[in-house]
């Protein structure tokens, strides 16, 4: 793998903010704070994460209605 141990846990961070992973996130925090991570970087990261998430969430919620005015129609 290419990328360095900061980037791979930031990575992981994010991946278990916007997929809904507690364990994920749990485990993920604390190897970045044994890498020295800062709290302001991991916040950072959980904030892209979460605009992530919640564009999804608003994406699959506008694709479920759109999909069942077609089935009314």
Request: charged share 25%.
């Given at each position: 793998?290419?990328?360095?141990?900061?980037?791979?846990e930031l990575v992981?961070?994010a991946?278990?903010?916007?997929?809904?992973c507690?364990?994920?996130?749990?485990?993920h925090l604390?190897?970045?704070r044994?890498?020295g991570i800062?709290?302001?970087?991991?916040?950072?990261t959980?904030?892209?994460?979460r605009?992530?998430?919640?564009?999804?969430?608003?994406?699959?919620?506008?694709?479920?209605s759109?999909?069942?005015?077609?089935?009314?129609?």
């Amino acid at each position: 793998m290419s990328l360095d141990g900061r980037a791979e846990e930031l990575v992981s961070i994010a991946a278990a903010v916007a997929g809904n992973c507690m364990p994920c996130f749990s485990y993920h925090l604390n190897q970045s704070r044994r890498l020295g991570i800062s709290v302001e970087e991991i916040e950072e990261t959980v904030g892209i994460a979460r605009k992530i998430r919640s564009s999804g969430t608003q994406q699959i919620d506008n694709f479920v209605s759109e999909e069942l005015k077609l089935v009314e129609s």
